[in-house]
């Protein structure tokens, strides 16, 4: 049988979080949302807060490879889990492909929505690199975008797609 | 969101011992997370249930049904060809299910226990009859998305769960534990009966998690199919759902079963309805006599009768689509 | 040499008379057919590597030291007296810094009161009181915490139930009230001798902007002197707005705006957050931070007014002869609406018009500009009026347009129009969508028991531009170039724009230009809004790099020993007779050089009326028994002058598409008429397009400079395809449905209430399946 584990809280707790590939020790109380740990606590602004109620995607962020709600997530409950944030995309000073075609295609207007957006598209070409735009439509549905750049996220997508293969 | 408490949990026993009075189960969070940022839950404990072992996946045995862990998340059910092949339904209800992250962060069971969306409901500072108030809202105000059947005079709200039609279209049971017994019930129970006219939606207990649902093998032989009208092309909770399965030999439906969502406070069955379509040749003619069984109790509001033809074209497309098949 | 002149000003449909200055000497405005080698060309935008690796810093992002947190307590009831604020039990709550209310604030003007915190609270959602505490959390803790009491008085919420004389009047001059009146020919005689007439109304809902970075502003002191970062499609206006506010000279007002995450126009001044942050700055001696959640964004951060209109119109000899237009705009607490009727006045050459608009005061929250404001709502009316006559007199609504579409005369002032391409626009977008396929009854739909139709409507829009812009372009002595200029880029590509112009006029690459926006402490800009950007800052970029340019040739002339007039600037390089010598190296014995090119935009024309023109087509599927519109296809034509960056204006074109698409088919704020409550404040109940809402939208463009605009040629492009999207779709759905369905959004629910209520349309499907081959 496991060993029980400890009651955390509701006072602050240590907690460390796998951020990028990266240990990061955090002093936090439960109710902190991932989001808010990513933005408070570590400094990375990447993941924004739109809505910070699980409806628009601005804050997606990956935990163990797969796309969340980073504002529906509390932080003590990814410890151990692999997290990543846009931030971590880019590696030597080169951006990801996903990241490139993004501009290519002109795939943002504000901007807000993008970091999420991209989250949830390196996502799905990590998983599958041969996709349609079905497949893409289906991995944003979660992230909504005001300007209405969504011709060029579909588009930007296929492309980063096809030059992955 | 209030302070609280956070532990993990490593088994059901253990959960089942966590989950005292003030304490709340944490599977995805989609539904919870919301509840408490809205003012509208408190715990002061939260018992995460994602470290148990065993209630993730599914299983099929000859004899024991169809088996599906309670933990297991909504993207997987979604993504398996396996489960696919024995419960394409469950596919199908998922597809246009909110949106891939809460399907990758929402469970199975969480989906199940999810509280209703109702506008009036979700607003704190609304003193609706659910909250504990004397009256509902929606009866004399903005009323488009509410129930048209089934409230008994109550709560209007629907019920939003797209795998719950779904899952009961195939006779589907539930199973439930806590640190005292377990038990097993037929998911329709799960829902709080409207006519009992108590605060809460679902019939779970306190201290009790949901482990895991079952598909009877008989209820495997039959054919399914959900389809969902929405006011967005995506993400978007039913405005009417109808889950249909049947057995089909030679254009005929047998063993039918039609559940609806989005138009009762729970998943809406009639077995009259049921039995309009049985043994009978499928025609829209037939189709439409079940509609009327099933609604035929409708008192819709202000707002809401386009519910009733649309949830009578959508019986009529599920069930043509299940002969058609 | 400095000229005061009175020059017509328009944005957002209205024109004033304003002065300005004109200053030095215009260029010659590029031409039809200049070989220009940045301008005209698709440009990456020069921020996108900070904006796809979440570098860009937005005003939500700012973290500084020290820095505080506000939180505002607002109003849960849609009308009420405030008489008594106890804070002290949120000022016990450790964390907890101030508490400002409407006893204990100082005053600060805001929007023609006093103060920000006012006696009567007048929507759910009004300020009440602001908490500053150590952070957001706990300030939100502390706002259950202030006692309040209210005497709570009768309140209207919904446009025609406060239009209604019964309801209670919430201010002493009434509820409605005279907003514009427009009257040309003689519209009783036109109306009694007219073929056919056509009345009807038409509804539209409220309409919340939602950007995605919601309203927010942090505020810093050092000493005396304010710096107010702030998310703003206006910085100088946040700077009037916090001089007016706090009375502090513009010389202590400094206000930044980096990256900004949309506005769509509901950020055009100071909000009542920037001045609070402010307040408690200077109180607490740190910067403070106040930023709105989702929630408060879409109960108090501005609206489209929902809108009741009535239109009339009369054909005469298969014309229109006439056109009667009554609006009411439901503008919350408002001071001001967006005149729905702007396009019935202007849009066509029509002999006969009596327009009028009243302004409709209800307990919600206020109307702000809303991308196109008041002509996306107009334009819903009067193209779907003009569809209805169509049909009426049986001419194709297309020809009938056409008859009206024609003349270069503004119909309200009879001035020339500098460029109107409308029939271009008809053209290009009846060839692309294959318009001649339209019969009265519809097409041929995809599968049996769909009904498939075609729509189209025009657009008419300002986006001429206007001074005062000013911009400077400093020049390194390596060749490089730094444009200031305090406009601001508030997600549309204006970066990137002033790049292209400042490195095209400038003769190097945009590689080496550094674009410096968004600072009340560069040279005036205007507010990012009314599509004014591009043809307000474009000539002055243009003409501060020609200063620049010019300085440069007159150094090289000097250094390399050549006469002025053979040189000039290309690709970074001084080019004379063949000869090629780098700036860097034109200054090489210069070093600490710098060349400083001054612009400033001149005044239009007074001669001529500046317009955009364009035309959508849509194709649409509706389903009569589920009340759902898909719509396949739009085609969307735009004559806006010279393109300057065709990447950036097609995503524009594409994203106010999208936009109108919510407008005409999902989005609508819900709010409860007996508590007053928004039962839609955020994106689950309020639905935005999503990814699959999108139709395949082709985008095309009369691209031809403008060249009685201004030197650049370019009008303004932000606000145009939002315009008659809505429109064209509702167009669509009444030709796939013979049914007409006058109120926005065209939801499944009202589709299929209409189609309940017109039997006839659900059945009679084979009748009508030989007309539509026909």
Same mark, same amino acid.
């Given at each position: 049988?496991?060993?029980?584990?400890?009651?955390?809280?509701?006072?602050?707790?240590?907690?460390?979080?796998?951020?990028?590939?990266?240990?990061?020790?955090?002093?936090?109380? /439960?109710?902190?949302?991932?989001?808010?740990?990513?933005?408070?606590?570590?400094?990375?602004?990447?993941?924004?807060?739109?809505?910070?109620?699980?409806?628009?995607?601005?804050?997606?962020?990956?935990?163990?490879?797969?796309?969340?709600?980073?504002?529906?997530?509390?932080?003590?409950?990814?410890?151990?889990?692999?997290?990543?944030?846009?931030?971590?995309?880019?590696?030597?000073?080169?951006?990801? /492909?996903?990241?490139?075609?993004?501009?290519?295609?002109?795939?943002?207007?504000?901007?807000?929505?993008?970091?999420?957006?991209?989250?949830?598209?390196?996502?799905?070409?990590?998983?599958?690199?041969?996709?349609?735009?079905?497949?893409?439509?289906?991995?944003?549905?979660?992230?909504?975008?005001?300007?209405?750049?969504? /011709?060029?996220?579909?588009?930007?997508?296929?492309?980063?797609?096809?030059?992955?293969? | 969101?209030?302070?609280?408490?956070?532990?993990?949990?490593?088994?059901?026993?253990?959960?089942?011992?966590?989950?005292?009075?003030?304490?709340?189960? @944490?599977?995805?969070?989609?539904? &919870?997370?919301?509840?408490?940022?809205?003012? @509208?839950? $408190?715990?002061?404990?939260?018992?995460? &249930?994602?470290?148990?072992?065993? &209630?993730?996946?599914?299983?099929?045995?000859?004899?024991?049904?169809?088996?599906?862990?309670?933990?297991?998340?909504?993207?997987?059910?979604?993504?398996? #060809?396996?489960?696919?092949?024995?419960?394409?339904?469950?596919?199908?209800?998922?597809?246009?299910? $909110?949106?891939?992250?809460?399907?990758?962060?929402?469970?199975?069971?969480?989906?199940?226990?999810?509280?209703?969306?109702?506008?009036?409901?979700?607003?704190?500072?609304?003193?609706?009859?659910?909250?504990?108030?004397?009256?509902?809202?929606?009866?004399?105000?903005?009323?488009?998305?509410?129930?048209?059947?089934?409230?008994?005079?109550?709560?209007?709200?629907?019920?939003?769960?797209?795998?719950?039609?779904?899952?009961?279209?195939?006779?589907?049971?539930?199973?439930?534990?806590?640190?005292?017994?377990?038990?097993?019930?037929?998911?329709? #129970?799960?829902?709080?009966?409207?006519?009992?006219?108590?605060? #809460?939606?679902?019939?779970?207990?306190?201290?009790?998690?949901?482990?895991?649902?079952?598909?009877?093998?008989?209820?495997?032989?039959?054919?399914?199919?959900?389809?969902? $009208?929405?006011?967005?092309?995506?993400?978007?909770?039913? &405005?009417?759902?109808?889950?249909?399965?049947?057995?089909?030999?030679?254009?005929?439906?047998?063993?039918?079963?039609?559940?609806?969502?989005?138009?009762?406070?729970?998943?809406?069955?009639?077995?009259?309805?049921?039995? #309009?379509?049985?043994?009978?040749?499928?025609?829209? $003619?037939?189709?439409?006599?079940?509609?009327?069984?099933?609604?035929?109790?409708?008192?819709?509001?202000?707002?809401?009768?386009?519910?009733?033809? @649309?949830?009578?074209?959508?019986?009529?497309?599920?069930?043509?689509?299940?002969?058609?098949? | 040499?400095?000229?005061?002149?009175?020059?017509?000003?328009?944005?957002?449909?209205?024109?004033?008379?304003?002065?300005?200055?004109?200053?030095?000497?215009?260029?010659?405005?590029?031409?039809?057919?200049?070989?220009?080698?940045?301008?005209?060309?698709?440009?990456?935008?020069?921020?996108?590597?900070?904006?796809?690796?979440?570098?860009?810093? +937005?005003?939500?992002?700012?973290?500084?030291?020290?820095?505080?947190?506000?939180?505002?307590?607002? !109003?849960?009831?849609?009308?009420?007296?405030?008489?008594?604020?106890?804070?002290?039990?949120?000022?016990?709550?450790?964390?907890?810094?101030?508490?400002?209310?409407?006893?204990?604030?100082?005053?600060?003007?805001?929007?023609?009161?006093?103060?920000?915190?006012?006696?009567?609270?007048?929507?759910?959602?009004?300020?009440?009181?602001?908490?500053?505490?150590?952070?957001?959390?706990?300030?939100?803790?502390?706002?259950?915490?202030?006692?309040?009491?209210?005497?709570?008085?009768?309140?209207?919420?919904?446009?025609?139930?406060?239009?209604?004389?019964?309801?209670?009047?919430?201010?002493?001059?009434?509820?409605?009230?005279?907003?514009?009146?427009?009257?040309?020919?003689?519209?009783?005689?036109?109306?009694?001798?007219?073929?056919?007439?056509?009345?009807?109304?038409?509804?539209?809902?409220?309409?919340?902007?939602?950007?995605?970075?919601?309203?927010?502003?942090?505020?810093?002191?050092?000493?005396?002197?304010?710096?107010?970062?702030?998310?703003?499609?206006?910085?100088?206006?946040?700077?009037?707005?916090?001089?007016?506010?706090?009375?502090?000279?513009?010389?202590?007002?400094?206000?930044?705006?980096?990256?900004?995450?949309?506005?769509?126009?509901?950020?055009?001044?100071?909000?009542? +957050?920037?001045?609070?942050?402010?307040?408690?700055?200077?109180?607490?001696?740190?910067?403070?931070?106040?930023?709105?959640?989702?929630?408060?964004?879409?109960?108090?951060?501005?609206?489209? !007014?929902?809108?009741?209109?009535?239109?009339?119109?009369?054909?005469?000899?298969?014309?229109?002869?006439?056109?009667?237009?009554?609006?009411?705009?439901?503008?919350?607490?408002?001071?001001?609406?967006?005149?729905?009727?702007?396009?019935?006045?202007?849009?066509?050459?029509?002999?006969?018009?009596?327009?009028?608009?009243?302004?409709?005061?209800?307990?919600?929250?206020?109307?702000?500009?809303?991308?196109?404001?008041?002509?996306?709502?107009?334009?819903?009316?009067?193209?779907?009026?003009?569809?209805?006559?169509?049909?009426?007199?049986?001419?194709?609504?297309?020809?009938?347009?056409?008859?009206?579409?024609?003349?270069?005369?503004?119909?309200?002032?009879?001035?020339? +129009?500098?460029?109107?391409?409308?029939?271009?626009?008809?053209?290009?977008?009846?060839?692309?969508?294959?318009?001649?396929?339209?019969?009265?009854?519809?097409?041929?739909?995809?599968?049996?028991?769909?009904?498939?139709?075609?729509?189209?409507? !025009?657009?008419?829009?300002?986006?001429?531009?206007?001074?005062?812009? +000013?911009?400077?372009?400093?020049?390194?002595?390596?060749?490089?170039?730094?444009?200031?200029?305090?406009?601001?880029?508030?997600?549309?590509?204006?970066?990137?724009?002033?790049?292209?112009?400042?490195?095209?006029?400038?003769?190097?690459?945009?590689?080496?230009?550094?674009?410096?926006?968004?600072?009340?402490?560069?040279?005036?800009?205007?507010?990012?809004?009314?599509?004014?950007?591009?043809?307000?800052?474009?000539?002055?970029?243009?003409?501060?790099?020609?200063?620049?340019?010019?300085?440069?040739?007159?150094?090289?002339?000097?250094?390399?020993?050549?006469?002025?007039?053979?040189?000039?600037?290309?690709?970074?390089?001084?080019?004379?007779?063949?000869?090629?010598?780098?700036?860097?190296?034109?200054?090489?014995?210069?070093?600490?050089?710098?060349?400083?090119?001054?612009?400033?935009?001149?005044?239009?024309?007074?001669?001529?009326?500046?317009?955009?023109?364009?035309?959508?087509?849509?194709?649409?599927?509706?389903?009569?028994?589920?009340?759902?519109?898909?719509?396949?296809?739009?085609?969307?034509?735009?004559?806006?002058?010279?393109?300057?960056?065709?990447?950036?204006?097609?995503?524009?074109?594409?994203?106010?598409?999208?936009?109108?698409?919510?407008?005409?088919? !999902?989005?609508?704020?819900?709010?409860?008429?007996?508590?007053?409550?928004?039962?839609?404040?955020?994106?689950?109940?309020?639905?935005?397009?999503?990814?699959?809402?999108?139709?395949?939208?082709?985008?095309?463009?009369?691209?031809?400079?403008?060249?009685?605009?201004?030197?650049?040629?370019?009008?303004?492009?932000?606000?145009?395809?939002?315009?008659?999207?809505?429109?064209?779709?509702?167009?669509?759905?009444?030709?796939?449905?013979?049914?007409?369905?006058?109120?926005?959004?065209?939801?499944?629910?009202?589709?299929?209430?209409?189609?309940?209520?017109?039997?006839?349309?659900?059945?009679?499907?084979?009748?009508?399946?030989?007309?539509?081959?026909?």
């Amino acid at each position: 049988m496991p060993r029980a584990t400890p009651v955390l809280g509701p006072a602050a707790v240590d907690v460390t979080l796998d951020v990028n590939g990266h240990a990061r020790a955090i002093h936090i109380r /439960p109710q902190r949302t991932l989001l808010d740990a990513l933005r408070e606590d570590l400094g990375l602004m990447g993941a924004k807060k739109v809505c910070d109620e699980g409806t628009c995607g601005a804050c997606t962020v990956l935990v163990d490879g797969r796309p969340v709600y980073a504002c529906m997530t509390l932080a003590v409950a990814t410890a151990g889990r692999a997290v990543e944030t846009v931030e971590g995309l880019a590696h030597d000073g080169g951006l990801h /492909p996903v990241q490139e075609a993004f501009i290519a295609h002109d795939a943002f207007q504000c901007g807000f929505c993008t970091p999420g957006q991209i989250m949830s598209v390196v996502a799905l070409l990590r998983a599958r690199p041969d996709v349609t735009a079905d497949d893409v439509k289906r991995a944003v549905t979660g992230n909504l975008c005001r300007c209405g750049a969504y /011709p060029n996220i579909v588009a930007a997508a296929l492309a980063a797609a096809k030059r992955k293969k | 969101m209030k302070p609280f408490a956070y532990v993990r949990a490593g088994s059901v026993a253990e959960a089942a011992r966590l989950l005292g009075k003030g304490s709340a189960a @944490l599977a995805g969070g989609t539904d &919870l997370i919301g509840l408490m940022k809205g003012g @509208l839950a $408190a715990p002061a404990r939260l018992v995460d &249930l994602t470290g148990i072992d065993g &209630l993730r996946g599914w299983t099929r045995e000859r004899g024991a049904g169809l088996r599906i862990g309670a933990l297991t998340p909504l993207v997987e059910l979604e993504e398996s #060809e396996g489960l696919a092949r024995h419960l394409p339904i469950v596919r199908e209800a998922l597809a246009d299910a $909110a949106t891939l992250q809460l399907r990758v962060m929402g469970t199975l069971g969480g989906n199940l226990l999810q509280r209703n969306r109702c506008w009036y409901f979700r607003d704190q500072a609304v003193p609706c009859w659910l909250k504990g108030g004397t009256r509902c809202f929606a009866v004399d105000g903005e009323n488009a998305h509410h129930a048209i059947v089934g409230t008994d005079g109550g709560c209007n709200r629907v019920s939003p769960s797209d795998l719950a039609p779904a899952l009961i279209a195939h006779d589907a049971r539930v199973s439930l534990a806590s640190a005292r017994a377990a038990r097993t019930i037929p998911l329709a #129970e799960l829902f709080t009966d409207p006519a009992l006219h108590r605060r #809460e939606e679902h019939t779970i207990r306190p201290g009790e998690i949901v482990t895991q649902v079952v598909i009877p093998d008989s209820a495997l032989q039959r054919r399914g199919t959900y389809v969902k $009208a929405m006011d967005r092309k995506a993400w978007s909770f039913a &405005l009417v759902s109808v889950a249909a399965a049947a057995r089909v030999r030679d254009g005929k439906l047998r063993d039918t079963r039609i559940v609806l969502g989005g138009v009762a406070p729970v998943p809406w069955r009639v077995e009259a309805a049921e039995r #309009e379509v049985d043994g009978q040749p499928y025609s829209d $003619a037939v189709a439409a006599r079940a509609a009327d069984v099933l609604l035929a109790d409708a008192h819709p509001l202000k707002d809401n009768g386009y519910k009733i033809p @649309l949830a009578k074209e959508l019986v009529r497309r599920a069930l043509a689509r299940l002969a058609a098949a | 040499m400095t000229k005061v002149v009175r020059t017509r000003v328009e944005f957002e449909g209205s024109v004033s008379e304003e002065l300005a200055l004109v200053q030095g000497e215009d260029a010659e405005p590029w031409a039809q057919g200049e070989e220009l080698v940045i301008v005209g060309h698709p440009q990456r935008r020069v921020e996108g590597i900070a904006k796809v690796t979440g570098r860009a810093r +937005y005003t939500h992002d700012l973290r500084l030291p020290g820095m505080l947190h506000a939180r505002m307590l607002r !109003s849960p009831y849609p009308r009420a007296r405030v008489r008594r604020v106890d804070p002290s039990k949120a000022l016990a709550l450790p964390g907890v810094r101030s508490v400002l209310h409407r006893f204990n604030a100082p005053k600060a003007a805001f929007r023609g009161e006093e103060t920000i915190f006012r006696e009567e609270v007048r929507f759910v959602g009004d300020e009440v009181a602001a908490v500053c505490a150590d952070s957001e959390a706990i300030a939100e803790e502390a706002l259950a915490l202030i006692s309040v009491d209210y005497e709570v008085l009768p309140h209207v919420v919904d446009l025609e139930e406060a239009i209604d004389e019964a309801s209670p009047r919430i201010d002493e001059h009434g509820n409605v009230h005279d907003a514009d009146r427009h009257e040309r020919g003689d519209v009783r005689k036109a109306f009694k001798e007219a073929d056919a007439v056509v009345e009807a109304t038409y509804r539209t809902a409220t309409q919340m902007h939602n950007s995605f970075e919601t309203h927010g502003a942090v505020a810093v002191w050092d000493g005396d002197m304010l710096t107010v970062h702030e998310s703003t499609q206006h910085i100088f206006g946040v700077r009037r707005g916090l001089q007016a506010a706090l009375r502090i000279p513009y010389g202590r007002i400094r206000v930044v705006c980096d990256h900004m995450g949309g506005g769509f126009g509901s950020k055009g001044g100071v909000g009542k +957050y920037s001045i609070v942050a402010a307040l408690f700055a200077r109180e607490l001696g740190t910067p403070v931070r106040c930023v709105l959640d989702r929630h408060e964004e879409n109960l108090a951060a501005g609206n489209r !007014s929902a809108t009741l209109q009535k239109v009339r119109i009369a054909a005469k000899g298969g014309r229109i002869n006439a056109i009667a237009h009554d609006s009411w705009s439901n503008a919350g607490q408002g001071r001001w609406i967006a005149d729905p009727t702007g396009p019935t006045k202007s849009l066509y050459d029509v002999p006969n018009v009596l327009t009028r608009s009243y302004r409709v005061l209800a307990n919600t929250g206020s109307l702000a500009a809303f991308r196109a404001p008041g002509y996306v709502e107009g334009t819903f009316a009067l193209e779907c009026a003009i569809d209805e006559l169509a049909d009426r007199i049986g001419i194709d609504p297309l020809a009938l347009r056409r008859l009206h579409a024609a003349s270069d005369r503004d119909p309200i002032s009879g001035l020339r +129009y500098s460029l109107k391409r409308l029939v271009d626009c008809y053209d290009i977008g009846a060839q692309e969508i294959g318009w001649s396929r339209r019969r009265p009854k519809g097409l041929r739909a995809s599968a049996p028991g769909l009904r498939r139709g075609l729509g189209m409507a !025009s657009q008419i829009w300002s986006g001429g531009g206007t001074p005062p812009a +000013y911009a400077t372009v400093h020049l390194n002595p390596d060749g490089t170039a730094v444009v200031r200029i305090g406009t601001q880029d508030i997600g549309t590509g204006t970066r990137t724009i002033v790049a292209q112009i400042c490195a095209e006029a400038l003769g190097i690459a945009m590689a080496d230009v550094r674009v410096e926006i968004g600072d009340t402490d560069s040279p005036y800009a205007p507010i990012s809004a009314g599509s004014l950007t591009v043809a307000s800052i474009g000539p002055a970029i243009r003409l501060a790099a020609m200063d620049a340019r010019d300085q440069l040739l007159d150094v090289a002339a000097g250094i390399l020993e050549v006469s002025k007039a053979e040189l000039r600037v290309e690709g970074g390089a001084v080019v004379s007779r063949g000869a090629r010598t780098p700036i860097a190296k034109v200054f090489e014995e210069l070093q600490n050089y710098t060349v400083i090119g001054k612009g400033a935009r001149l005044p239009n024309s007074e001669e001529l009326v500046l317009k955009t023109f364009g035309a959508h087509f849509a194709e649409v599927e509706v389903d009569p028994r589920t009340g759902e519109v898909v719509v396949d296809r739009v085609v969307a034509v735009h004559d806006v002058g010279r393109i300057v960056n065709p990447l950036t204006a097609r995503s524009q074109v594409e994203g106010g598409v999208i936009q109108a698409l919510g407008f005409a088919l !999902s989005e609508e704020r819900v709010v409860d008429r007996p508590t007053g409550r928004v039962m839609t404040p955020g994106f689950e109940s309020y639905k935005v397009p999503t990814v699959k809402d999108v139709p395949k939208i082709v985008v095309r463009f009369v691209d031809a400079p403008d060249t009685c605009a201004n030197n650049t040629g370019t009008k303004g492009l932000g606000e145009p395809p939002i315009i008659p999207t809505a429109a064209a779709v509702a167009n669509a759905v009444a030709n796939a449905l013979g049914i007409r369905v006058r109120t926005l959004p065209l939801t499944p629910q009202r589709v299929l209430d209409a189609v309940e209520a017109a039997p006839a349309a659900k059945g009679g499907e084979a009748d009508r399946r030989g007309d539509r081959r026909s």
